[in-house]
């Protein structure tokens, strides 16, 4: 027993997490491949590495995935200290290498001298598709503004589908469910996030993020966009770039008759407040959410309008209106506090009252010791006790994102 513990205290040696062992870069300089500084590293790495995110039969675990800036060429390096099979015959290690093959096309780079020289053709780069929005973003580290700019991008624009292929390998790091998209599907829509820099003379462009919109039919004659893919690089992450990119993209298909409101795909949390920030913001001058109308409750005008003239749906126009109210709510005057508290927790109750309909339904056809173990479960006390727990959550999103407009 005790050979047994010490070959796997050995063993264990050779165990490596892979979201610290893979490294990423954005390169624009040849200075910057060595440069710790500009690494970053993944979130997620279940999905090539299982669960436990570790990868077996090696020490001191190195894998480098360096792209370009902007075409995102791509150098791919796997380096180790030792190698389990160096000591033990029998144990065969990871194919760690193989596992990232299955994701990146084909084309990387596999030497460091080859990709630096083909840095050099990032000058001739240029963003795919057609400009559709440019704002700009203040660098406190810079010192001035920096340049960015929207595309709107078919997937026929030369070189394009290679470059998505490069770019959608991010996801893998960084969407905790992520999956590749079919791009031969014809109602697939692309927006891409440009920086436009400066160098020696030369404009220059860094990738940014992306986003891909799956345009669904809706009868008899109209779509529904669906956001299913949306990321913003990490070294570019919390300088409002999300927000540009899904206001703009909204605009974009306010603009068409043919749509009938644009939702998400299984939004995550962080989607779903930058939503909020983006569609109260939208909405915020529409005439049927004015201050003196929010007191009134949440009515069809504010579905109405919201839905003709920013294509948002009612259930997401019931949040923005939740919102707005808090703002104009004076949360120190008792009554006006309760009535929004009670306002929002009429909506929060919906699936508790379904609860209810199901237990008088259970009623007619359970046995006593059935019906008593749904009851326990559906206790009222802990209904209340959830229902305010989950209001406190809410009113916490909310004053987050009135205090973001504030500062927009």
């Given at each position: 027993m005790a050979g047994v513990n010490a070959m796997e205290k050995k063993l264990a040696e050779y165990k490596c997490d892979t979201n610290e062992a893979i490294s990423l870069k954005l390169v624009r300089f040849p200075e910057e491949v060595e440069d710790e500084s500009t690494t970053f590293h993944p979130e997620?790495?279940?999905q090539l590495y299982g669960d436990d995110e570790v990868a077996f039969g090696y020490k001191g675990l190195q894998i480098q995935l360096y792209y370009s800036?902007?075409?995102l060429t791509t150098l791919f390096k796997v380096k180790?200290?030792?190698?389990?099979?160096?000591?033990?015959?029998?144990?065969?290690?990871?194919?760690v290498e193989g596992k990232i093959r299955e994701i990146i096309p084909q084309g990387f780079c596999g030497n460091t001298d080859d990709f630096i020289s083909l840095l050099e053709k990032e000058a001739n780069f240029t963003p795919f598709g057609t400009l559709i929005h440019t704002y700009s973003v203040h660098n406190e580290e810079a010192g001035e503004d920096l340049t960015y700019q929207i595309h709107k991008v078919e997937l026929s624009s030369p070189g394009f589908r290679e470059y998505h292929e490069r770019l959608q390998t991010f996801l893998m790091w960084f969407i905790e469910t992520a999956s590749f998209i079919d791009v031969d599907d014809d109602r697939w829509d692309f927006f891409l996030v440009f920086e436009k820099y400066n160098k020696d003379g030369e404009t220059l462009f860094a990738t940014v993020g992306y986003m891909t919109v799956y345009n669904y039919y809706v009868y008899p004659d109209k779509t529904r966009p669906r956001v299913s893919q949306m990321l913003i690089l990490p070294p570019f992450q919390g300088e409002g770039h999300g927000a540009q990119l899904l206001e703009t993209v909204h605009r974009f298909y306010c603009t068409s008759s043919k749509v009938q409101d644009i939702t998400a795909e299984d939004p995550s949390d962080s989607y779903v407040k930058l939503r909020d920030f983006v569609l109260v913001k939208l909405c915020q001058t529409l005439a049927s959410f004015s201050t003196d109308k929010l007191s009134l409750g949440f009515s069809e005008d504010m579905a109405t309008e919201a839905q003709e003239k920013l294509k948002i749906n009612k259930k997401h126009a019931r949040r923005v209106y939740e919102i707005l109210r808090l703002r104009a709510t004076d949360m120190s005057n008792e009554e006006k506090a309760r009535a929004f508290r009670l306002e929002v927790k009429k909506r929060l109750f919906g699936p508790y009252k379904k609860n209810q309909r199901e237990l008088t339904k259970m009623r007619k056809c359970l046995r006593p010791e059935e019906l008593a173990s749904q009851v326990n479960q559906m206790d009222t006390q802990l209904q209340h006790e959830e229902l305010e727990r989950s209001y406190q959550e809410v009113l916490g999103d909310y004053r987050r994102i009135i205090e973001r407009l504030a500062r927009a």
């Open positions: 997620f790495t279940h800036a902007g075409n180790y200290s030792s190698k389990v099979t160096e000591k033990f015959e029998c144990v065969e290690p990871d194919d």
